[in-house]
Each structure stands twice: as C-alpha cells, then as structure tokens.
C-alpha cells in the first residue's frame, strides 16, 4: 500500500504525464491548467514549470512564459532544454544578448543538443556576428546533418562577402535536400549577384515549387523574369528583322534555353519552323527545340520529333537522354510497346533510374503492380515527374513501422490534381499514428479540413509546420495503400465547397432552373504531352449545347478556366450561354463553389475535374493517349471517382470525332 507521500506523488506524476498527452495534441489551454494545479501543490517542481512556460509561450504571453521558464532553470540549473526554451521567449521578446547566454549555457550542458548551437547561431547573425555565428552553425551541423544549420552558415558567407564560398555551401545544402525554399532562393540571390540570371531562375522556380508564400523568391522571381523575358522579346524582334542571317548561334541558344526554362515553348516552335532545312543549327541547339516539340505539340508533330530524335542519336548514339526523350514520345502517342522498349535501351546508362521509374509507370497503367512499385522511388530522379522532394530533421516513415505514439507528417509533393487524386487516402493511416498531418496547396487546405473532420490535422504548405516524429510524400502512400491499382480502396467523395462562399456565387450566376454544365477545356499543362491538358473548347461547347437541346432543357455553360487561344476566344465571343468568369475566382475555393452549382462537369485531367470528381458531381474526364497511369488502359470507369466516367481520344484521331460520345455519356450520368 502506498503510504500518503508517495500516492500523492504518483497523483502529480500522472497530471504532469496527462498535461504532456494535451500539450503535444494542441489542447494547450487544458496541459496549462493541470500544471497550475500540481505548482500550486509544488512551487518548485521543474516540470510543471517548464510545461507550463511552454504552454505560456505557445499561446503568446510571453512574459508570463520568460518568468516560468526562468523559475524552471532556477528549479534545475542543469536542465539544457530548460535553459533553449528560456532563451526562445527571449528571442521573441527581442532580447537578443540574454537569448545567446541562455543558447550558449545549453549548448554548454549538452554539446549534443544541436538546436542550442542552431539558436546560437541564428542570434549571433542577427547581430552581425557572423564569424561567430558561423563557428555555432557548424557545431550545430556536427551533431546531427541540420539543414538550417547549413543555410544560416552560407548566408553568413554571403554577410561576409564570400560569394563563391555561399554558392557552393548552398550547392552542399541542395545535395541534401533538393527542394529547400530558403537555399533555392538564397542561392538565387547570390547568383544574381553574379549576373548568372537564368541559373538564378531555376533554383527561384525550385523555390517557389516547395513554398509559393516564399517573400525573397517571390520578389526575386518577379524581377528575373522580368529581365529574362525583355531579353527574348528582343531577340524575337531582331529575329523578325534580319531573319536567321544576322543572328549568332551561341545568341539563339542562349535565348531557346531562356525561353524554355520561361515555358515559352510556342515562340521556341515557330523559330525552329523558321529556320530552312538543312541550318536548324549545331547538335545542342536541335536538342533544345526538339525538348520544345516535345513539351508542346505533343503528339500531334510526334512523327516530326521522332525523326529529329534519331537523327540526334544517329549523331551522338552514347548519348544517355535520346532513349528517354524517344519513349516520352511513344508515350504520348499511346505507344506503350515502342516506350517500353525505348526506355529499356537507357537501363544501365546515366539514366538508369529514370528509366526505371518509367517502366514502372507503364507497368501501373497495365494494371501490373508486381514489380513496378520496388522502382516508384525513383520518381524524385525525373524531372518530369513534377515531384519535388522535402527533407526535415526527422527520420523519414517506412510504411513497415508502427508509430503509434508519433506524429505523422504527409506531405504533397506533386500538381494539386494528384494532391486531390491521392490526398483522400491518408485518412486509411487511421492507426498507424497517433496522429496524422496533411501538408498540401492553400487552396485545398480548407477542402481538406471539411473532408476529413478530426481524422487528419490538415496544414497550409508555406506556413510554419507543428512539431512531428516521421514524415512521408503522398505518393509513398501508394504500394501501402492501393497495392493493385485496378482495384483502389474505397475513397471519400463528398468533398464540399464553403458554405459561406456558395450563396456569394449563387448570386452571381442568377437562375437556378436551367441545366448548368461546368467545362475544363484546358488545365495543368504535362511536360510532356500538351494534348492531354487541352481539348478544343469550341468543339466541346458544340456537342454541349446539343446535349442540353436534347434533354428540351435550358442550358447553362460554365468555363472553369480563363485560358483560351486566341483564336477560340473569337470562336466563344457570342456562344450562347456561356459563362466565363476570368480573374473573379480566385482559388480553389472559388471552383468549388462554383461546382457546386453545376449538374455535371466534363473536362480534361485537371485540377477543377478532379475537384469536381472528389465532390461525388458526375463528372466526364477526357483523356488523349498518355494519360496518367492511374486511368489505366482502356477503362471507362475509375474506382478513384465512383461518379466520374472516362472518355478516351484514341490515336491520331481527332477530338471532333470522339465528343459526339459525350452525349451518350451524359444522358447515362445526368439525371
């Protein structure tokens, strides 16, 4: 039996254990109160006190929080987190010297904790220290691999005035994690510096592809492209004076390198149509307008680029990109044979895991999963994979752990189209943590939280992420999740809109009894296969409003989009009854209001389709060949979307000749 003094310590001891289960889930406002309860019985007891400073410091009083976390080091002089937490309200209260004393006393009990020597050194740079900042960085760095260590000492080397020494330290930081917003745009920065415009706009796309809030790349990218894109309208304005005669070849691919890193791939399209046979140039400047082919025209001039692509391997036949350039092209035709093949001649060279990855995306298309998913990590070696990878000071989760006492973060690492595509698995994680987090787009974030209630803690990519003990990409769900990808557990649909937000859009669009129809002509252009992100949307508008005079109903045309040629903006200017609504929405939201309000949705694999789909809204997706692996073959409904069906564009033919379907579809959807 225990005697008094110990049940009453026992009874402190399962409050404070009570109040740490509350604090680490957010419930910060109840671990507060069970340690003002155990201090009242125990002035001094150090972890009532440094719990509680926390609990203070996390809801904003700071100086209540510097005075109970200096009472918790008072408690226990020897207590180093004591010691770091104290010196964190510190430097929220902008008392830089007493945060350093209070790092350094931390470091100095525990050399180990690498934070104290990160914290050092990030106050020591505030104060233009930086010698010394960098030698607490490099200690910090010593303890463990810390990222932000790392970036803290290379941008006290760009304080100092060692540029080249900052590119290569941001260079050593992006070895480890490819994706980092602040060594991207740092770099960026130190490179701009140095006049290398077009080297800094690539890490401000990587950048910004991590973190779009991301203030320096925002503002930075803002000013390189406007340099970069004077640049090409001058060329293309002398180009159209002199013709090819008066330029210089190291000049133009220069400047088709420029257009391609801006995504101007038409203006790269009718250069190359310009230049005479037989003086398209030398070997690099062909690869480059070929790479433009590629990521515009598509299929539809892949005849064209498989003959540029042989006549550049017959050139160079070691050259280790030309089998991956060649079965992107087969792919894009539907071609999966001549692909595969293709990309088995690149197993073995430089390209071996590109090549891998994408084997294993044609074997997922055929619904062949045995073998494909060993290489599905591989995807991080593509780069038109469009993942980009994140690295945290956390271990990575292998889906073979139990962690059900830890924090689990997910994050998006692809398109929002895959965000919603995938996104609406993680809720399957139920058990596997104690909790889990979801990291995606802004836009979605709101969706997300509607989506899944209090299943899954849903974050907005770009602000300041909660603490956690593992992290894993969405995709890495997939081999856990959906094995077989012919049959894809069962996924929530009801996805919904804001309810404040749909009576605002209510308003706008007016009547409420005729047939609304949300269309998506055009979305997320692929790298490599322009005709899978656009479909004419006059032709769609056409079978449409017949579709709608068929079922004797008035019909109502939204265009979820604002992007249009030229040439069909003339072609819609007087279409009938059809709403366009431009720059007015705003977000995802704003879509999703506007879905909200509509009977069915028909469009290409996009993200408003998709949004569409995941809201259980009969939903037609229209696929050219090369469509993602997650449509399969040949199928014509998708257990992804219980409510959306499929309709393919086979081949060479035209969309003209495939939309009369459409109909038909419909009728079988729309009530």
């Given at each position: 039996m225990n005697t008094p003094s110990n049940a009453q310590e026992s009874e402190v001891e399962s409050a404070l254990d009570t109040a740490v289960i509350h604090f680490e889930a957010g419930r910060i406002a109840e671990a507060e109160e069970l340690c003002a309860v155990v201090i009242q019985r125990e002035p001094e007891n150090f972890k009532a006190l440094h719990l509680r400073g926390n609990c203070e410091r996390q809801r904003g009083d700071l100086g209540k929080a510097e005075r109970t976390l200096l009472g918790a080091t008072a408690s226990r002089p020897d207590s180093a987190l004591a010691h770091l937490d104290y010196g964190r309200v510190l430097v929220q209260l902008g008392r830089a010297p007493q945060a350093l004393a209070a790092f350094l006393r931390a470091a100095e009990l525990d050399p180990t904790l690498g934070t104290a020597h990160h914290n050092a050194g990030a106050v020591l740079e505030s104060m233009g220290r930086f010698a010394e900042a960098i030698t607490q960085f490099e200690k910090s760095d010593a303890t463990r691999r810390n990222i932000s260590s790392l970036v803290g000492g290379a941008n006290c080397l760009v304080a100092l005035g060692h540029g080249d020494a900052a590119i290569a330290a941001y260079r050593r930081v992006l070895e480890l994690d490819p994706g980092n917003a602040d060594a991207n745009s740092n770099l960026a920065a130190a490179l701009l510096a140095r006049g290398d415009l077009l080297a800094a706009w690539s890490h401000l796309e990587r950048a910004l592809a991590t973190n779009p809030q991301h203030a320096g790349a925002n503002r930075n990218h803002v000013q390189v492209w406007e340099t970069l894109t004077t640049r090409v309208d001058s060329f293309l304005s002398l180009h159209a004076q002199t013709g090819n005669g008066g330029l210089d070849e190291a000049n133009v691919t220069d400047t088709v390198r420029t257009m391609l890193a801006l995504r101007r791939i038409d203006d790269i399209v009718a250069l190359f149509d310009s230049v005479?046979?037989?003086?398209?140039?030398?070997?690099?400047?062909?690869?480059?307008?070929?790479?433009?082919?590629?990521?515009?025209?598509?299929?539809?001039?892949?005849?064209?680029?498989?003959?540029?692509?042989?006549?550049?391997?017959?050139?160079?036949?070691?050259?280790?990109?030309?089998?991956?350039?060649?079965?992107?092209?087969?792919?894009?035709?539907?071609?999966?044979?001549?692909?595969?093949?293709?990309?088995?001649?690149?197993?073995?060279?430089?390209?071996?895991?590109?090549?891998?990855?994408?084997?294993?995306?044609?074997?997922?298309?055929?619904?062949?999963?045995?073998?494909?998913?060993?290489?599905?990590?591989?995807?991080?070696?593509?780069?038109?994979?469009?993942?980009?990878?994140?690295?945290?000071?956390?271990?990575?989760?292998?889906?073979?752990?139990?962690?059900?006492?830890?924090?689990?973060?997910?994050?998006?690492?692809?398109?929002?189209?895959?965000?919603?595509?995938?996104?609406?698995?993680?809720?399957?994680?139920?058990?596997?943590?104690?909790?889990?987090?979801?990291?995606?787009?802004?836009?979605?974030?709101?969706?997300?939280?509607?989506?899944?209630?209090?299943?899954?803690?849903?974050?907005?990519?770009?602000?300041?992420?909660?603490?956690?003990?593992?992290?894993?990409?969405?995709?890495?769900?997939?081999?856990?999740?959906?094995?077989?990808p012919t049959a894809v557990p069962a996924l929530p649909a009801n996805a919904s809109a804001d309810s404040a937000r749909v009576p605002i859009w209510r308003d706008r669009v007016a009547r409420s009894s005729v047939l609304r129809v949300g269309l998506v002509s055009a979305g997320e252009l692929p790298r490599t296969n322009r005709a899978q992100a656009r479909v004419p949307a006059s032709e769609l508008v056409t079978q449409l409003q017949r579709f709608g005079a068929s079922r004797n109903r008035e019909l109502e045309l939204f265009l979820l989009h604002d992007e249009l040629p030229a040439s069909e903006r003339e072609t819609l200017a007087n279409a009938r009854n059809l709403r366009t609504f431009g720059r007015s929405i705003e977000n995802l939201e704003d879509f999703a209001a506007l879905i909200a309000l509509c009977d069915c949705i028909v469009g290409v694999d996009a993200p408003a389709t998709h949004l569409a789909a995941a809201m259980g809204k009969p939903t037609v997706f229209l696929l050219a060949d090369g469509a993602s692996w997650q449509w399969l073959q040949a199928a014509s409904k998708t257990s992804w979307y219980p409510s959306a069906s499929l309709l393919r564009k086979v081949g060479t033919h035209a969309w003209s000749q495939v939309l009369p379907e459409l109909q038909h579809l419909l009728h079988a959807l729309v009530p």
């Open positions: 005479p046979a037989g003086q398209s140039g030398s070997w690099e400047l062909r690869m480059l307008c070929v790479t433009a082919l590629i990521r515009g025209p598509g299929a539809d001039r892949a005849e064209e680029t498989l003959a540029q692509l042989e006549t550049l391997r017959r050139e160079s036949p070691d050259n280790a990109d030309l089998p991956i350039y060649i079965g992107s092209v087969w792919e894009s035709l539907g071609d999966d044979a001549n692909a595969a093949s293709s990309y088995r001649s690149a197993l073995g060279s430089s390209q071996d895991r590109i090549a891998q990855f994408r084997l294993a995306r044609l074997a997922l298309k055929e619904g062949k999963a045995a073998d494909a998913w060993s290489a599905w990590r591989f995807r991080w070696d593509d780069p038109d994979s469009g993942a980009t990878r994140r690295f945290f000071p956390v271990p990575e989760w292998d889906a073979r752990e139990v962690i059900s006492d830890q924090t689990l973060l997910v994050y998006c690492e692809s398109g929002i189209a895959d965000a919603i595509l995938f996104g609406r698995l993680v809720p399957l994680l139920k058990g596997k943590a104690r909790k889990i987090m979801l990291e995606t787009d802004p836009g979605l974030a709101g969706i997300f939280s509607r989506l899944f209630g209090d299943e899954v803690a849903v974050l907005a990519k770009g602000k300041a992420l909660p603490t956690f003990d593992r992290h894993c990409a969405l995709s890495d769900l997939l081999p856990l999740l959906c094995p077989d």
